[in-house]
């Protein structure tokens, strides 16, 4: 069987081609959203296309970190290892959505509200209401903002501009962007309707596939660096082990 290549010429074509990429990129997008609010068609609309909006970008950014580690794992999926870039930034630009519906549907602009704090007439000040609410708001936050980032960078102009080395450590950003995003979504998934005074709806039908999700992520990243490590590992001589046997 033929090696793919970063040389091959479809390998080529496929990253030079990046109207390509970004319109498969935007059905898929397009796509994960209109099954996940199918999924969660008997919540009320806000909360439909709010979760169906963060579903989708969840998957996308698991994406964007999956396919590096199975690029090295098969060589094959080298051909699709220019779709990384996109990936992410649509995963980006289903957050930002994500976090619209949340300011003008949820909170309705009340910045506090978001943080977990809720007015009280009586006291005439705000309240500490739901603090897990507002951690896991302040968490998505800064993976939002960490995920904006890493998109208005993910381009060779500038990668040109910061350079490789500035480029690539900048572009590690999405480690910590992927449990920042991994640790807000769990919270509302298992943790935000438990509390005594609200009621508990039916359990997310995706609880089970986001730890699946999760899951499948850490063992190919972890499955690539086992690989990475033991390729590079070079026996040593006799005379290297004559060196250091003890005496």
């Known amino acids: 069987m033929k090696t793919v290549t970063v040389h091959d010429p479809m390998f080529r074509r496929l990253s030079r081609n990046v109207l390509l990429r970004h319109g498969l990129m935007a059905l898929l997008s397009a796509g994960l959203v209109l099954i996940f609010a199918a999924i969660h068609g008997e919540w009320s609309p806000m909360h439909r296309w709010n979760r ?122 999405v480690l910590p962007l992927w449990w920042l995003s991994v640790a807000h979504v769990a919270y509302f998934l298992f ?20 730890v699946g999700l999760v899951v499948l992520v850490l063992g190919l990243r972890l499955a690539a660096y086992l690989k990475t490590i033991g390729g590079r590992r070079i026996p040593e001589s006799q005379d290297e082990r004559a060196k250091h046997a003890p005496i």
């Not at 003008?104 to 509200?113: I, S, T």
């Not at 309707?193 to 709806?201: E, I, W």
């Open 52 to 173: 169906a909006l963060a579903d989708a970008s969840l998957v996308l950014v698991a994406l964007s970190m999956g396919l590096g580690p199975l690029a090295r794992l098969l060589r094959p999926a080298v051909l699709v290892l220019p779709y990384r870039r996109e990936s992410g930034i649509y995963g980006c630009l289903l957050a930002l959505a994500h976090a619209g519906i949340i300011l003008v549907g949820w909170v309705e602009w009340d910045l506090m509200r978001l943080f977990g704090f809720e007015w009280n007439p009586e006291l005439l000040s705000y309240v500490m209401f739901q603090h897990g609410f507002g951690l896991a708001n302040a968490i998505g936050i800064a993976a939002l903002l960490l995920a904006v980032l890493l998109a208005t960078t993910s381009s060779d102009v500038a990668m040109r501009r910061l350079g490789v080395s500035g480029w690539k450590f900048l572009q590690m950003g």
């Open 191 to 210: 943790m935000h309707f438990l509390s005594f005074h609200r009621a508990t709806p039916e359990p997310n039908p995706l609880q089970y596939w986001f």
